[in-house]
């Protein structure tokens, strides 16, 4: 399996693919672009880091928060640091973010190309660090998990020149709270510094993805077909729940689970729409 991955591994980490309208991003007043998905597509986390190679090519400091939980961030510092052989592969694959049973979509082997050119990206110095922004295994989940990651967020120091990249689920990005199913959800993104703050949600043209829905965690249809092309635009409704959609301008293809999981029924709190 460790061989496998391996051969999906991007690699270049340096070569940026341009996007347009991403240039807003990088205004100077913009200090944290909140990235919204839906967990479990191949596209995705590869767009994320390539958003990530653009800032760094755009001339500001770049730090990424990732929605891993913050008690596996020894781990990610050590992968960071390696040279990403099978070795540290192998030793990165054992936090729990890969071996728990319900795998939502963060577990894929999408996502280890991602971190790949993280990796890749931080050896060269074109990114400050990652900083994983969830809350630990031993807290409970709830609401506690959004601010967390907005105070995780808020409290990263960079230059004054700096820029802060997230990737959370899409619920989470909203730039508003979000009332569903007779209870409020004060999402991370509301929760942030709307003048410098742009949320964003990634958005294919159709396709699918592998997340946890009402029927269990393995691949689901995602979105509808849509003739928008790639690039990214920008939302001026007042109701808007994210202020830009990333449009890929393809459909999306589902990213199976780094590791075997153990299980795929229903479990018991389930991460549904990106949660």
């Not at 190679?53 to 640091?81: F, H, K, M």
Request: with cysteine.
């Amino acid at each position: 399996m460790i061989s496998i991955i391996a051969a999906l591994l991007s690699v270049s980490a340096n070569s940026c693919t341009p996007v347009p309208g991403a240039d807003r991003l990088w205004r100077p007043a913009v200090r944290w672009v909140v990235v919204g998905e839906l967990h479990g597509t191949n596209e995705t986390p590869l767009a994320f880091a390539n958003l990530v190679c653009l800032a760094s090519a755009a001339g500001r400091a770049v730090t990424v928060a990732v929605e891993y939980p913050s008690d596996s961030q020894r781990d990610i510092d050590a992968y960071l640091a390696s040279n990403g052989n099978r070795h540290a592969l192998s030793s990165f694959l054992k936090i729990p973010v890969f071996t728990a049973a319900m795998q939502d979509g963060r577990g894929s082997v999408a996502f280890i190309r991602m971190w790949d050119r993280l990796r890749r990206m931080k050896r060269a110095g074109n990114i400050a660090n990652v900083v994983a922004s969830d809350i630990s295994r031993s807290d409970s989940p709830g609401q506690q998990r959004d601010e967390t990651m907005a105070k995780a967020w808020i409290n990263i120091a960079v230059p004054d020149n700096g820029i802060v990249l997230t990737l959370v689920g899409n619920v989470h990005a909203m730039r508003k709270p979000l009332s569903i199913a007779g209870r409020t959800i004060i999402t991370a993104g509301s929760l942030m510094p709307a003048e410098r703050t742009i949320t964003v949600n990634v958005v294919g043209s159709g396709g699918t993805a592998w997340n946890c829905q009402a029927d269990g965690c393995k691949m689901h249809t995602n979105g509808h077909a849509s003739s928008m092309p790639g690039g990214i635009s920008y939302l001026t409704d007042a109701d808007r729940r994210w202020d830009a959609l990333y449009h890929l301008g393809k459909p999306t293809t589902w990213a199976a689970p780094a590791l075997t999981p153990k299980v795929l029924e229903p479990p018991s709190r389930m991460n549904v729409n990106g949660r």
